[in-house]
């Protein structure tokens, strides 16, 4: 079930900002991670962290498993058209199922 | 790697009728499946787990008759809606866990099913 906090809802950036995102949880997960979205299609992987304290970089991306398991971040730097999509944030706990934030638009704007 | 098919992508059928929908995993072998129900502009949320070789689970409140799971292989469930109604209308999506990439779960592409 829905049991993260997901922020902001959305966001309305210029290209070439950085984007930042985050989401935290009353609850501890062995596993962050974040998802992008695109109309139509579904979740593609962006990011997995699998260790508390982990700061994990996919291209522009950068994410972090907060120390406490209970809250992670996502950036995004000098973002580009193509950015534009859904992010979900998900904890996976011991049983496998993921437990998704409500997600963050972002627009942006050339 | 790491590739999720569903089939099909998109599928209109008439009320009472049953649709099934298939998940595959193409390059992995995937024990455990989910399967995911999503409204528009709302996160997924997840109808139940989908076991290799045993019953599936499903979550509070998602009816096992209505959604019938089948998990016949190692790369294949599938997802059968049964005496399909207008409001069983949704985008469906299945993701299949990947024991070999610690436990990471990879989507598939969804399944929008439209009853008239």
């Known amino acids: 079930g829905q049991q993260l906090n997901q922020s902001p809802q959305s966001m309305f950036i210029q290209e070439g900002e950085d984007v930042s995102m985050n989401c935290t949880s009353s609850?501890?997960?062995?596993?962050w991670l974040w998802y992008k979205q695109d109309p139509g299609e579904g979740p593609v992987l962006l990011i997995a962290?699998?260790?508390?304290?982990e700061l994990t970089s996919n291209g522009r991306l950068t994410a972090q498993f907060g120390i406490t398991r209970k809250d992670s971040f996502l950036n995004i730097s000098a973002s580009i058209p193509s950015d534009v999509g859904i992010y979900f944030c998900?904890?996976?706990?011991?049983?496998?199922?993921?437990?998704f934030g409500a997600g963050t638009t972002v627009t942006v704007r050339a | 790697g790491a590739v999720v098919s569903q089939h099909p992508s998109w599928v209109i059928c008439k009320s009472g009728t049953s649709v099934k929908i298939e998940c595959r995993s193409l390059?992995?072998?995937?024990?455990?499946m989910f399967w995911y129900r999503q409204f528009p502009k709302q996160s997924l949320m997840l109808m139940a787990t989908?076991?290799?070789?045993?019953?599936?689970?499903?979550e509070q409140g998602v009816e096992k008759d209505k959604f019938l799971i089948n998990h016949a292989s190692l790369t294949l469930s599938t997802l059968t809606v049964t005496s399909a109604h207008p409001e069983d209308s949704s985008f469906y999506i299945c993701?299949?866990?990947?024991?070999?990439?610690?436990?990471?779960?990879?989507f598939g592409p969804g399944t929008r099913l439209l009853v008239l």
């Open positions: 609850s501890i997960f062995n596993t």
């Open positions: 998900a904890g996976q706990r011991g049983d496998y199922k993921l437990s």
């Open positions: 390059d992995f072998q995937a024990t455990t």
């Open positions: 993701s299949a866990r990947d024991r070999l990439a610690r436990e990471t779960q990879y």
């Open positions: 962290l699998y260790k508390a304290g």
């Open positions: 989908s076991n290799e070789g045993s019953k599936a689970t499903y």
